[in-house]
Nanobody, 126 residues
Framework: QLQLVESGGGLVQPGGSLRLSCAASGFTLDYYAIGWFRQAPGKEREGVSCISRSGGSTNYVDSVKGRFTISRDNAKNTVYLQMNSLKPEDTAGYYC???????????????????WGQGTQVTVSS
């Protein structure tokens, strides 16, 4: 059974940083591209970033470019999202998701991702 577990969320002041982790169990992460998504209260879930199976290809939505960095450590079966210069508008539940494709994009249809984690809350507030 494919399982993803997010961690690393919390309360941070504007301008601060957090690193989210997405740990996989029950399967080898090497065979999946991974996306990070977020959902703010009252809004639809949106894509944030994606990383290819090998980690050689990454992409981001415009609102986080230059501030967020996605990476993966296949040996640890974990994908990370380093978030710097956080803004109040980054406040949301953050979810990781896996797709069996080699590559993914945060603009891909969410139905293309087969497995989802339960999410971790990020709150940016002074």
């Amino acid at each position: 059974q494919l399982q993803l577990v997010e961690s690393g969320g919390g309360l941070v002041q504007p301008g601060g940083s957090l690193r989210l982790s997405c740990a996989a169990s029950g399967f080898t992460l090497d065979y999946y591209a991974i996306g990070w998504f977020r959902q703010a209260p009252g809004k639809e879930r949106e894509g944030v970033s994606c990383i290819s199976r090998s980690g050689g290809s990454t992409n981001y939505v415009d609102s986080v470019k230059g501030r967020f960095t996605i990476s993966r450590d296949n040996a640890k079966n974990t994908v990370y999202l380093q978030m710097n210069s956080l803004k109040p508008e980054d406040t949301a539940g953050y979810y990781c998701a896996a797709t069996g494709r080699h590559y993914c994009s945060p603009y891909d249809a969410q139905r293309d991702f087969e497995s989802w984690g339960q999410g971790t809350q990020v709150t940016v507030s002074s």
